[in-house]
């Protein structure tokens, strides 16, 4: 019984550390946007795309002990974590309470996190698209409605001497 309970402890922590180095790599981010530094933005992309590759691996790896001791314990494959902590021996309650706290609490603040910067980032992007427009005025403009919502205009093109002049 307590190699299947160290299993699903060392399958929490195993995700709790990747959940701590996606938030790491989103805050790098955030720092690398707000610092309009272009090439750290491109290279954070990828690694925090490597790393949320590795953080589902985990979650996987701990589903499966997860199953294995719902089985065991509460006769059932597909016993949440909470049927399963109250059918722990006491004396590791605590551990596995806490760790899957810890692990809530990391993936909230990785959501949050990740949610800023998708905005930073949009943000950016629409100012980078205003930019282009007033060098190539011929294009489509994008403006807000009443309601917030944004709608495509298509202006009329012109020749770059009219433009410039």
Do not use: W
């Not at 790098?28 to 790393?51: L, M, N, P, T």
């Not at 996190?113 to 403009?141: C, D, V, Y």
């Amino acid at each position: 019984m307590s190699s299947y309970i160290q299993k699903l402890v060392s399958a929490l922590r195993e995700e709790l550390k990747h959940y701590g180095e996606m938030l790491a790599l989103l805050e790098h981010q955030q720092e690398a946007v707000i610092s309009r530094v272009a090439g750290e933005i491109f290279e954070s992309v990828h690694a925090i795309q490597k790393e949320a590759e590795a953080a589902g691996l985990a979650r996987k790896l701990r589903e499966q002990c997860q199953q294995e001791i719902g089985l065991h314990l509460c006769k059932k494959q597909d016993a949440s974590l909470t049927e399963i902590q109250q059918s722990l021996p006491s004396d590791y309650r605590p551990l596995v309470e806490a760790l899957v706290k810890e692990n809530n609490q990391l993936l909230q603040r990785v959501q949050q996190k990740a949610k800023q910067n998708h905005l930073l980032l949009s943000r950016s992007i629409e100012l980078m698209q205003q930019f282009m427009a007033t060098l190539f005025p011929g294009r489509e403009t994008v403006t807000y409605r009443d309601t917030g919502r944004t709608q495509v205009y298509s202006l009329p093109t012109k020749s770059y001497y009219e433009a410039v002049g």
